[in-house]
């Protein structure tokens, strides 16, 4: 009765996350000694997201094609295993992406300058 019951699907967070530190970045954007803070937390969130869910996904597809063909018994623990890892993996790639990525594309944009 005064049990804590957690969430069948613990993922959920991903999104609410990533939609936080965008919403930051549009904030910070408007504040000019900020826009690049901005740029790296709206590109950085969102390539780590949306690598997050290809390579998690292409885990799961590529298991479960390859799975259907094996007759192991543990295999869908491992699947779930290897997708976990993906999530992290994934989120990992994806942000290290977008900081390089961004930091190309903002290489020639100046920051605030101030004459004398």
């Known amino acids: 009765m005064g ?10 967070f991903i999104v609410p996350v ?13 504040f000019p000694r900020h826009r690049r803070m901005g740029l790296y937390a709206i590109s950085v969130s969102t390539t780590a997201t949306l690598t997050s869910f290809l ?8 298991g479960a094609r390859i799975g259907t063909r094996l007759n192991i ?5 491992a699947l779930i295993a290897a997708y ?3 999530i992290g993996l994934g989120a990992a790639m994806g942000a290290i992406a977008g ?3 961004t930091r190309c594309l903002t290489k ?3 920051g605030p300058t101030t004459r004398v």
């Open 3 to 12: 049990q804590l019951q957690l969430p069948k699907v613990p993922f959920f």
């Open 18 to 30: 990533w939609f936080f530190f965008a919403l930051s970045g549009v904030v910070l954007l408007f």
């Open 55 to 62: 390579v998690s996904t292409a885990v799961l597809y590529i």
């Open 73 to 77: 018994k543990w295999f869908g623990v």
């Open 84 to 86: 976990l890892l993906a």
């Open 99 to 101: 900081f390089f990525l």
């Open 108 to 110: 020639g944009l100046n």
